[in-house]
């Protein structure tokens, strides 16, 4: 799978790359929304940092699903991000899952599960429809 990780902090692209890679995905990492859109029609999968309540932020990954439907997202906000209803709605829209900043290689590769389960759920109940 390609994961696209897109994220302002260092550590944090690191700590996902690593552990991404480490469960055998291809994965490329960038701080810049112009490389993301490059890279992100490759992408099976986005990891972003993102501030939803910063419009270029909520606009890249709005691009992004509106490009591409299908495509998996996990939102990862800053830390002091609102749990507002403004923040809930947007992550609703997006159809997108929440990875609290506060990242470890275990809560990534849960991240991922969790969206391969959804995935697979999917599925399965498109077959018997």
Request: hydrophobic share 40%; net charge negative.
């Amino acid at each position: 799978m390609f994961i696209l990780v897109i994220d302002s902090d260092h550590d944090t692209r690191r700590i996902v790359n690593n552990a991404l890679i480490k469960a055998g995905h291809i994965v490329k990492t960038t701080h810049s929304g112009s490389e993301a859109i490059r890279l992100y029609p490759l992408a099976d999968v986005v990891f972003c940092g993102t501030n939803l309540t910063n419009k270029p932020d909520y606009s890249l990954l709005n691009y992004f699903k509106n490009e591409n439907p299908d495509i998996k997202l996990i939102i990862m906000p800053e830390e002091d991000q609102p749990s507002d209803m403004d923040f809930t709605l947007s992550v609703k829209d997006l159809d997108a899952h929440v990875l609290k900043k506060d990242v470890t290689a275990k809560r990534v590769l849960d991240a991922l599960a969790m969206i391969g389960n959804a995935a697979e759920a999917e599925k399965t109940i498109s077959k018997a429809s």
